[in-house]
């Protein structure tokens, strides 16, 4: 049977990385909450630090609790610090003292500042 989902986009949904999948941290975890403006998300830890946005585009989409398809872009949560972004992505009003950014590989690395896993630049999107 193929599931189809709904190619909707929300806002006030968390993206945040899920205990099931690996360790968590309830003091560092970096948890994401969708605005109204599409692909739009804010950095909260616990309050407001920081906007990200990913380039709007015609589709299709796909938005899960710690990863997201918008078209050429991707991004998921390798862990419960780093947001990997495989394509582009806008960083506005981040605390640089909660947070932290590297780049390569046509990759970018959102982290919670201390717990930046640079190696994820390297990795395979797709495998994490």
């Known amino acids: 049977m193929k599931v189809l989902y709904p190619d909707i986009y929300s806002f ?9 999948e690996g360790r968590t941290d309830y003091r560092n975890m970096l948890t ?25 585009c015609d589709g299709p989409i796909t938005v899960c609790s710690d990863f997201a ?3 050429p ?10 947001l990997l972004i495989e394509g582009e992505a ?3 009003d981040v605390d640089e003292n909660a947070y ?17 896993h640079r190696e994820y630049l390297d990795a395979d999107f ?3």
Do not use: C, H, V
């Open 126 to 128: 797709d495998a994490l």
């Open 32 to 56: 994401l909450l969708s605005r109204k403006e599409r692909f739009t998300y804010w950095a909260m830890l616990p309050e407001r630090n920081g906007t990200i946005r990913i380039p709007d």
């Open 90 to 92: 806008a960083f506005e």
């Open 100 to 116: 932290e950014i590297a780049r390569g590989n046509g990759k970018i690395l959102f982290a919670t500042r201390g717990f930046l």
């Open 69 to 71: 398809s918008f078209g």
């Open 73 to 82: 872009n991707r991004m998921l949560l390798a862990d419960a610090w780093n």
């Open 12 to 20: 006030d949904q968390l993206f945040t990385f899920s205990g099931l």
